[in-house]
């Protein structure tokens, strides 16, 4: 069964803290996605990779940054957590063709 | 940028009516188009989805969908509400031209009376 594995289901963060979210898809996929969903405000869009090394920023980049080493694994990053970043954080990844996102099941993360 | 602009946040029917949750969509030309549902504490699944071959579109769970140009919506339905279709729904686009992104609505959930 294809998968998309976030590491961590739930997290908690001191303010101030770098955080790393890992995100590992095994269908040798081109395109991974990092959104973040709140409520009333859906899933919006951080970051995104086409390939091993690039990455171009989504509608609210602000506070985050994204690291694709190797194809199979997309890291968001933190780089100062602070409270308004809770929320639930969404990974995907996607073939060459339009749609068919595979979603991880997503880390919930608090910082305090 | 594209965006899709889903028309109520909470829908709330009895089991066995009729589902309509309702979805515009702004762009110049025809998109391809999504609905993704989301079970609580569940991953998002792809619901069905529309790329020009046909305006109505089937997806699964007795879901369909029909693409409308000159009203641009894309409005999903369901003859029959099942207690298991209760959830949150969203109507998805293109990000933006030549991006393989994509951008959600708001959401609508959907609540099931028995």
């Known amino acids: 069964d294809v998968k998309v594995t976030q590491s961590s289901r739930y997290l908690v963060k001191r303010t101030g803290e770098k955080v790393f979210l890992e995100c590992v898809q095994d269908?040798?996929?081109?395109?991974m996605f990092w959104y973040r969903q709140d409520p009333g405000l859906g899933l919006r869009l951080i970051y995104f990779s086409y390939d091993v090394k690039m990455k171009e920023k989504g509608d609210i980049p602000e506070g985050y940054s994204v690291s694709r080493e190797k194809k199979e694994r997309f890291s968001l990053i933190l780089e100062s957590a602070s409270t308004n970043q809770t929320s639930m954080y969404l990974c995907?990844?996607?073939?060459?063709?339009?749609?068919?996102?595979?979603f991880g099941s997503g880390t919930r993360l608090t910082v305090v | 940028a594209q965006s899709v602009t889903q028309l109520d946040s909470h829908v709330s029917v009895s089991e066995g009516t009729p589902v309509l949750l309702r979805c515009n969509y702004s762009?110049?030309?025809?998109?391809?188009l999504f609905w993704y549902v989301q079970h609580p504490n569940k991953g998002l699944q792809l619901l069905l989805k529309y790329t020009s071959a046909a305006t109505l579109v089937k997806g699964i769970n007795g879901f369909e969908a029909e693409f409308k140009k000159s009203e641009t919506s894309f409005h999903l339905t369901k003859p029959s509400a099942h207690m298991s279709d209760a959830a949150e729904y969203f109507c998805v686009a293109p990000w933006r031209t030549g991006r393989r992104a994509l951008t959600f609505g708001s959401g609508t959930r959907l609540q099931v009376q028995p």
């Open positions: 995907a990844s996607s073939s060459k063709q339009p749609g068919g996102y595979t």
């Open positions: 762009s110049s030309y025809s998109p391809s």
């Open positions: 269908m040798d996929h081109e395109n």
